[in-house]
T-cell receptor, first 113, second 108 residues
């Protein structure tokens, strides 16, 4: 059984460019979560999505960040006009229901030049 | 706001030297306490879920326990392959709030 798949594993962008991070949840999981891990900090919740719906985006910066989980295809976390402070590891997790354990991918490490 | 505090920050053990990691938490509505293991460059790997005080879970050399205010992860006779960062998280509704983790290093 494939786990949560994230790509790319590493992404380098220059300031002002766009970053698109993709996440395919585990088979049978319809709940997707994005977390961010800044250097020397713990994992922080960003957004919770179900198919075609954003349930809670309270942890996501209101500007430049957006997320989607379309009916077909992976979940996408999009960061527009990246700045140095966006450098972090971004993790996606999925679960079959919202009460069951969340299983994580290996993350995308975003570096901003 | 939910708070999760893990101690110690780092733990260096000799192979076979048992020890415990602590996770204390404050949460308005606990729906579960989770332990994860994270290796460098990898995502958190799920270990245990505990739902109510008094509950215990075991897996190989690891045992997790839960009280109303804290959880312990006991490592019995650790091996070098148990070296990792161990993360504790509480689930409030659907959000996981993580502690900063305890980095365990086991020397042969």
């Amino acid at each position: 059984n494939a786990g949560v798949m994230q790509n790319p594993r590493h992404l380098v962008r220059r300031r002002g460019q766009e970053a698109r991070l993709r996440c395919s949840p585990m088979k049978g999981h319809s709940h997707v979560y994005w977390y961010r891990q800044l250097p020397e900090e713990g994992l922080k919740f960003m957004v919770y999505l179900q198919k075609e719906n954003i349930i809670d985006e309270s942890g996501m910066p209101k500007e430049r960040f957006s997320a989607e989980f379309p009916k077909e295809g992976p979940s996408i976390l999009r960061i527009q006009q990246v700045v140095r402070g966006d450098s972090a590891a971004y993790f996606c997790a999925s679960s079959p229901t919202r009460d069951q354990p969340q299983h994580f991918g290996d993350g995308t490490r975003l570096s901003i030049l | 706001e939910d708070q999760v505090t893990q101690s110690p920050e780092a733990l260096r053990l000799q192979e076979g030297e048992s020890s415990s990691l602590n996770c204390s938490y404050t949460v308005s509505g606990l729906r579960g306490l989770f332990w994860y293991r994270q290796d460098p460059g990898k995502g958190p790997e799920f270990l245990f879920t505990l739902y109510s005080a008094g509950e215990e879970k075991e897996k190989e050399r690891l045992k997790a326990t839960l009280t109303k205010k804290e959880s312990f992860l006991h490592i019995t006779a650790p091996k070098p392959e148990d070296s990792a960062t161990y993360l504790c998280a509480v689930l409030n509704d659907y959000k996981l709030s993580f502690g900063a983790g305890t980095t365990v290093t086991v020397r042969a």
